[in-house]
């Protein structure tokens, strides 16, 4: 009801003598009302938002330590308003200025709003910004109205056009919350003069109407996407001047892939004053589109600040910059998006200021040029996905849809405050729903999660250190379980082969000891503590001590209810949940240390890869390694080192695809929470038919902490989230999905798949023959479990090659392995794959 109604209905009631006068005085004081509807009156039609976090109250107190101070400004700059101007599909004038001008005018107290005064302008509505000249744009900021609620952007699209003629494909969609805070839209930097925002729904479903009170717009945030370093075989550099009498600092150096050793202008006797510039020789003239910059790694001199970026067919003439910006004074590694892809074969960097501005001095440890990225080797990256919370958790569905959660807040997290946000991704739309779960009285905030025999989604513990609930896709309903016996958070859990699920670990809440083992039993739902099973010999040696030692662990389920401990300590366990339980020593993970935020998938029957982490939770370096681990031998597993990732990673993700290899994407050379400093932007894949791993198209969006990444039925990756740390800018409400190399040509087209056409059931037992026919012929199957993804931690996915006879032309007999420990209860994707690699579309198939 509209603030101030019912006594204005109350005092016109003894007014009117008949029912039908009533109701049009009622129908004209709405009319007349209808501003309150949009200048800050409570909403009346339509279905209202779930309360949101308040961002002006003080949020509960947290678990975790404050954001670093670099995760409170953006890494893209914002760009400067100045010359620039608006034109909107529609704006009220009737009732006010409401031009598309005021979202541009720096101040928030105006707003540009749709037409609602009769007749009413419907959805959808969009918002076009004209910057006057192409520059590199990374972001779109929308900050709702100030007052007031009605308009605010719910369901969006975002394009970029060089002319104003020609748009594209939309470079992000998604849902925003229903909430009064800013919302930074991330994309993959791009070179473009016009941005249009388009609403195609209002938040709250309150009525046809969009607001924005500011649009801003971030700039290139030194990190580049959709690209591949260039190899730099041959390559030479010159250099405007460099320093000999102090060492060997030719330009040279920073082609030299030796980061300890740089190209430095020249300081002695007399230091040669700025600009300075170095210049790149490709050799052959090839498609360039960003350049990479690494500082020195000892010292701080000659950092560079402001620079260009200019290119050259013949090395005498130049282009105008395609490059241009301000890098922050820090050893991180730095970005520069060109405005456009040239074709070019010199590529010079030009320094105009030092960093921090100490002296006239420019250095440079690697520089490197990238291009466009080639889909049939790198793969390619989707339109980002704005989400209307930060997903930290997610669970791929047997409906084609993914669930995700954060917290009790969309941004944020702390206390223990009984409800969850939550949100559903339509796989086969891309839509994005939003919806708060009270009834559990679960903050489901860093929980354990086990996908069950029935495909249902548990979740224990967490902010709500004792609280368990489930997820039933098929019902679209949460419900409660017994309470855990122990309070836990940070805790790993996996399904058995016995279809319980097993939890182990989880001082980050509840306290910091004691979280050994326990059991809940999928016959009555009740916990099951394993006296037998202490976490004690699975804990890292972390100097925070079991608060951080006993998190994220690594469980591989067998048979007869049986687990494989594998990390992230050093020390493998063999666990039995029979009973009491029991814990043995298995050996230690051939020569690798604690891996903290590392991570470990089952890509064959019984062997499983391990990459990644750091001997402790943050603030160390991580490591490069991957390891293999294989328990076919009976006994002890055997464990070997396989070849090193080319970025070292904590907090990264990685996923296990149908032809058997491994993706890995996100995380740190250093990891510190709520940070994007050391970010990997490059996914890496793995084959274990080579040990080696191979780069991939690189990321518009960091995934660090709290990020997560899965794989999608149609083998697919999706790879989102990072942050929630309140009012930081490293929140990413976001996602994209990954499409491998295995389904593209090098246009860019989807490679022909192979189709499932028939004779997979919903249901299968272990140990059935299938009927499986296909429209072409296939050359192996594959069964990779569904998963459920947090904190670089994801036990529920492991791949199942299938044992498979041709009985016809496209008809196959698929064997399931007979061992529940081999394939485990609950839903898998179905992968068909031709001789090329390729495979089809997945068919959900639910094993029990």
Known sequence: MIRGFAPLRLRRLSRFRSRSLL???????????????????????????LPAADPTSPPPAPHHQAAPAAAMEPAAPTLPRDGWTATASDHETARGDHSPARALDADPDTMWHSKWTAPTTALPHSITIDMKKT??????????????????????????????????????TG??????????????????????????????????????????????????????????????????????????????????????????SKWTPTATTLPHSITIDMKTARPVSALSYEPRRTGINGRIGAYTVTTSTNGTT???????????????????TFTRTVTARYVRLTATTEAGRRGPWSSAAEIRVSGPADPAAHGMWGKVTGFPLVPVATAVLPNNKMLAWSAYGVDRFGGSNGYTQTAIMDLATGRVTQRRVDNTGHDMFCP?????????????????AKRASIYDPATDAWTSTADMNVARGYQAMTLLSTGDAFVLGGSWSGGNDGKGGEVWSSANGTWRKLSGVPVATTMTADPRGPYRADNHQWLHATSMGRVLHLGPSKQINWISTSGNGSITAAGTRADSPDAMNGNAVAYDIGKLLTLGGATAYENVKATRRAYTVDLNGGGTPVSSR????????????????????????????????????????????????????????????????????????????????????????????????????????ADGTEKTRPVISGGVPAHAANGEKLAVTTDSEVTSFALVRAGAATHSTDNDQRRVPLTFRQTGTGAYEVTVPADPGVALPGTYFLFALNAQGVPSKATMLNLH
């Not at 520059?135 to 056009?161: C, D, F, K, M, W």
């Not at 130049?318 to 520069?336: H, Q, R, Y």
């Not at 025999?453 to 967490?462: A, Q, W």
């Open 318 to 336: 130049f282009s105008t910059p395609v490059a241009s910006g301000t890098w922050k004074d820090d050893d991180m590694l730095k970005g520069a």
């Open 448 to 464: 354990g999660i086990a996908v069950l025999e029935d495909s249902r989604v548990l979740v224990t513990g967490g902010s709500n």
């Open 135 to 172: 520059v590199v744009v990374s972001a779109l900021v929308y900050q709702p109205r100030a007052t007031g609620i009605n308009g605010r952007v719910g369901e969006y699209a975002i394009h970029l056009s060089a002319d104003g003629d020609a748009w594209g494909a939309a470079v992000a």
């Open 642 to 745: 396989t070849g090193d990732m080319a970025y070292a990673r904590a907090f990264g993700n990685s996923v296990v695809m149908p032809d058997g290899k491994v993706a890995v994407f996100g995380g740190q050379s250093y990891p510190v929470p709520f940070s994007d400093a050391t970010s990997a932007m490059t996914p890496e894949i793995w084959d274990p038919a080579t040990g080696r791993f191979t780069r991939m198209a690189s990321m518009a969006v960091p995934r660090n902490y709290h990020s997560v990444a899965n794989l999608l039925p149609d083998g697919r990756i999706f790879s989102g989230g990072g942050g929630l740390c309140g009012a930081c800018a490293t929140n990413h409400a976001d996602g994209a999905i990954f499409t491998p190399p295995y389904l593209l040509n």
């Open 175 to 264: 849902t925003l919350a229903d909430d009064n805070t800013v919302k930074t839209l991330s994309f993959a930097p791009k070179g473009a003069r016009y941005i249009r925002l388009t609403a195609t729904t209002e938040a709250g479903s309150r009525g046809p109407w969009t607001s924005a009170g500011e649009i801003n717009l971030l700039g290139d945030p030194g990190t580049t996407a959709s690209v591949v370093d260039l190899p730099r075989d041959g390559w030479t550099a010159t250099a405007s001047d460099h320093e000999t009498a102090r060492g060997n600092h030719s330009p040279a150096r920073a082609l030299d892939a030796d980061p300890d050793t740089m190209w430095h």
């Open 23 to 49: 109701l049009l005085a009622l129908t004209a004081t709405l009319a007349a009302l209808l501003p309150l509807l949009i200048f800050g009156g409570s909403a009346s039609a339509g279905p209202q938002a």
